[in-house]
């Protein structure tokens, strides 16, 4: 029988008829199709455009760097990488569309900081972000800035402390929404300031900030590329930041630390895919968002927006995940925080 034979090409009375020896070679043959399939499948990804679910509205901080990725991927993989804007439920309602979407490798979830803050903050999920979502790669560090609408009447950190000590609950502290980032930094800042403050939930940054902007709010821990341009431009004032050391765009703003010991709280954001994704997808897209973070454009562009590449390997990430769940659990159970 000639040696480029397949199985699949004899009718089944034939096969019935092979010698024991033919049949056996034929049918080892076979069996080593499917893996090679899956191999040039993995190789060949992406072949058709592939949606990155950014679980917040767009023009917020989140949505910018998501962008910037997409696009840079696009280039890289060859198939475009579509942002598909899901907010709404603190981003559960864009996590659940990916928890449950097919584990092929074309929905992917833009994860933030607020994925893992609501593994404690919502009793009930339709999902468990940990088991269901599959961690892909690491790509920024984001800090916040404490901005102030210019009316109110604090030029420091201190001043801030001591006015909403002497006025408590009526600063109004904007944030993205109920157990976002934005949130529960101001969580953490109340309970090692010891002021409070008045949390008014958004859907979104973007309109929060929009609102910060027009005076009616008053304060807001804003993500650097969404404020940063507003308080170049004097129409934010910019208190303090986030990180643990003060950041090279704004090198004249202290930390928060510098004044509340202890504080530091930082976003950060990351690919995930639908659980059972296959392996070698994952670690392609890895390695092409390990290479835009290597590529000095790239990277200087996050850099302006006051952000710093965080390239983790899948594992590595999905342990930063597990961290930041147990750091920021402690934060809302000590505050009482519950889903709205």
């Known amino acids: 029988m000639p040696a480029s034979t397949n199985m699949s090409m004899l009718p089944p009375e034939q096969i019935m008829k092979l010698p024991r020896r033919d049949f056996l070679r034929l049918a080892a043959g076979a069996a080593v199709l499917p893996a090679i399939s899956r191999g040039a499948w993995a190789q060949a990804y992406p072949v058709r455009p592939v949606r990155i679910v950014v679980p917040t509205p767009a023009g917020g901080g989140a949505d910018i760097i998501a962008r910037l990725l997409g696009q840079w991927l696009s280039q890289r993989l060859g198939q475009q990488f579509v942002i598909d804007n899901r907010p709404g439920a603190g981003t559960n309602i864009g996590t659940e569309a990916v928890a449950h979407a097919a584990p092929d490798g074309y929905s992917l979830l833009w994860i933030t900081l607020a994925n893992a803050v609501n593994a404690s903050l919502y009793a009930k999920l339709n999902f468990d972000f940990i088991r269901d979502i599959a961690p892909v790669a690491g790509v920024v560090q984001a800090p916040f800035i404490l901005a102030l609408h210019p009316s109110v009447a604090a030029g420091s950190v201190p001043e801030l402390i001591a006015y909403a000590k002497a006025n408590p609950g009526k600063i109004t502290m904007g944030s993205a929404g109920n157990g976002t980032p934005a949130h529960v930094a101001g969580e953490l800042f109340m309970l090692l300031a010891g002021v409070k403050l008045l949390h008014v939930p958004y859907r979104g940054e973007a309109p929060a900030l929009a609102d910060l902007l027009g005076g009616q709010n008053q304060m807001l821990f804003a993500s650097v590329p969404a404020s940063l341009e507003h308080i170049r ?66 990277t200087a562009r996050f850099a302006e927006l006051g952000d710093t590449a965080l390239p983790l390997s899948s594992a590595d990430f999905g342990r930063l995940i597990a961290e930041e769940t147990d750091k920021w659990a402690k934060v809302v159970k000590f505050a009482g925080l519950k889903a709205e």
């Open 233 to 298: 431009a004097g129409e934010l004032r910019a208190l303090a930041v986030t990180t643990a050391r003060r950041l090279d765009v704004l090198p004249d703003v202290p930390t928060v630390a510098e004044f509340v010991p202890g504080y530091e709280a930082n976003g950060w954001l990351g690919l995930g895919a639908p659980r059972g994704t296959p392996a070698a997808t994952i670690e392609r897209l890895n390695q092409a968002v390990t290479a835009g973070l290597a590529d000095p454009m790239l």
